[in-house]
């Protein structure tokens, strides 16, 4: 028998629900830890495309490849590498599915559930996580210190880049992506002008207050992890939002995103989530939620 056919064999066989149901629970648990040095392990394993700006945009896509409701579509990349024999592709598979993904330096309860079906206990975040390779440095807040505000973001880049200065139809302008990850931003005044923004993300600053987010209504991915926000009615009025991480706020009440028709993904990780009724019609719905 070819190695190549052997090859196929083992992946048709192991790549079961079960193996994702391990895989994931295992990618789950390194992010709750905030591991993030072996969560861009695992997204380099699985030759994803990294975003090396942001862990949960990294979480987000490792989710997306081993979800066990991907199993119908993995084996078909399979049978079509077998039979276009593409040796270094089932090989790659092999590595991403089948390669033992666990490490002593981390200690999970892997019968933990993930927001799929059972109820779990509470993890507890470690205090002493791995660094986080995904922070390059607060140059903001270094500059401004701990009252970074949205304007002075602005200011400072558009100076930039306008040398007789801007005015609001300059921010009026701005579309597609907005990154303003670890820059210690405490003030979105001024934000909401920008009306064409498609991914935002504001991770790891210290919002207490993202209401004006409300008129954003272009957003399909949002990104809010890692501050400390309770409330989040806000997100009722993004009708195209497709993606959204709360993940490490304070959201007791997650009712508000049961209004969204087009949401696919949303990350409740170290959330006090007092509803679970919300999770379950939420992935009723066939929304991929992570808590």
């Given amino acids: 028998m070819e190695a190549i056919q052997i090859l196929y064999k083992k992946l048709k066989n192991e790549v079961t629900p079960t193996k994702l149901n391990e895989v994931i629970k295992h990618v789950i648990s390194v992010y709750k830890s905030k591991n993030y040095v072996q969560l861009r392990a695992y997204a380099e394993k699985a030759a994803l495309s990294l975003d090396k700006e942001s862990a949960n945009k990294t979480f987000a896509q490792l989710i997306n490849l081993y979800h066990p409701d991907k199993l119908v579509c993995i084996h078909n990349e399979i049978d079509n590498a077998y039979q276009n024999k593409k040796a270094d592709l089932l090989q ?17 309860d892997y019968s933990e559930e993930y927001g799929f079906d059972e109820d779990y206990a509470d993890y ?10 995904y922070d390059d440095g607060d140059i903001f807040a270094e500059e401004y210190g701990s009252c970074v505000t949205f304007f002075d973001i602005i200011d400072r880049e558009f100076n930039k880049i306008f040398e007789d200065g801007w005015d609001i139809g300059d921010l009026r302008s701005l579309e597609g ?4 990850q670890y820059l210690n931003l405490f003030d979105l005044t001024g934000i909401d002008v920008c009306i064409h923004l498609v991914s935002l993300n ?19 991915l949002l990104y809010l992890s890692e501050n400390q926000i309770e409330d989040i009615s806000f997100v009722s009025e993004l009708v195209s939002l497709r993606e959204l991480d709360i993940s490490f706020n304070q959201v007791t009440d ?17 959330n006090p989530i007092n509803d679970r009724g ?8 066939g929304v991929t939620v992570i808590f």
């Fill in 92 to 108: 790659q598979y092999h590595r991403m599915y089948l390669e033992d993904h666990k490490t002593s330096s981390i200690d999970v």
């Fill in 177 to 180: 992506e907005l990154q303003l």
């Fill in 254 to 270: 997650i009712n508000p995103l049961l209004s969204l028709p087009d949401l696919l993904y949303v990350n409740l990780v170290g």
């Fill in 124 to 133: 507890e975040t470690r205090e002493n996580a791995a660094s986080d390779p």
């Fill in 278 to 285: 919300a999770i379950q019609a939420l992935s009723g719905r």
């Fill in 202 to 220: 504001l991770t790891h600053n210290k919002l207490e207050d993202v209401d004006i987010l409300q008129n954003l209504v272009s957003l399909e």
